[in-house]
């Protein structure tokens, strides 16, 4: 129940494309969902979070959305970019826990 | 503002040692979290600090422990080293905002058990 699952793995798109990211979780009491990506040589860096009473979060070219019935969010990054090449975490985390579970990443190649 | 700050960034030591890793969090943060990561088992979480008490725990062995300072500054120490704790460790510095809990991760000390 404290897992998070994340797909594809890997994930190829052209350069202007949509790249979507999926995330599921089974643990209702997780009220945190933010995205981290992640750079060769680098720690995880904080992308974009949203909490489960909004649908949907958007800052700059990422947005999130998330369907509370499902128990889903996603990631979505518009007109990518090379530069956007990267591993790609889901996480949530249980409000007062300071504990994340973590999806299992999306390495994301944007081809030029 | 200073990001987070992991020491050294990377290690080789050898099976039956043990280690010490460092992590300076971001000025005014009190807690701070430490993860393993490795190619197969992705990012786990170890443990948790605030205010120097461990408030959370993962499901590792008892070899690996922590601890946090009052200046909250943490380490981590790993005993009796395996090669399977081969791994870059990653210490978040987390802070409580109207979006929730934020961590921000160093970039980490990636390691090596020959």
């Known amino acids: 129940q404290q897992q998070v699952k994340q797909s594809p793995q890997s994930l190829i798109v052209q350069k202007g494309g949509i790249s979507i990211i999926n995330c599921a979780y089974e643990?209702?009491?997780?009220?945190?969902f933010p995205w981290y990506q992640q750079f060769p040589g680098k720690g995880p860096a904080l992308l974009i979070a949203i909490r489960p009473d909004v649908s949907e979060k958007k800052e700059g070219r990422f947005t999130i959305s998330f369907n509370k019935s499902a128990k889903q969010f996603s990631l979505h990054i518009m007109d990518s970019q090379p530069g956007d090449s990267a591993t790609y975490f889901c996480a949530a985390s249980q409000s007062g826990t300071y504990k994340y579970i973590f999806g299992t990443g999306t390495r994301l190649k944007v081809l030029a | 503002k200073a990001g987070v700050t992991q020491t050294p960034r990377y290690l080789i030591k050898t099976r039956g040692q043990q280690v010490t890793l460092s992590c300076s969090p971001i000025?005014?943060?009190?807690?701070v979290s430490w993860y393993q990561q490795t190619p197969g088992q992705g990012l786990q979480f170890l443990f948790e600090y605030f205010s120097e008490t461990q408030r959370n725990k993962g499901n590792f062995p008892g070899r690996f422990s922590g601890r946090q300072f009052s200046n909250s500054r943490s380490e981590m120490n790993v005993s009796t080293l395996e090669l399977g704790d081969s791994a870059l460790y990653l210490c978040?510095?987390?802070?409580?905002?109207?979006?929730?809990?934020?961590?921000?991760f160093g970039q980490g000390t990636r390691l090596t058990v020959v």
């Open positions: 000025s005014g943060h009190r807690s």
């Open positions: 643990n209702t009491a997780f009220d945190y």
């Open positions: 978040a510095s987390t802070s409580v905002t109207g979006a929730g809990t934020e961590a921000f």
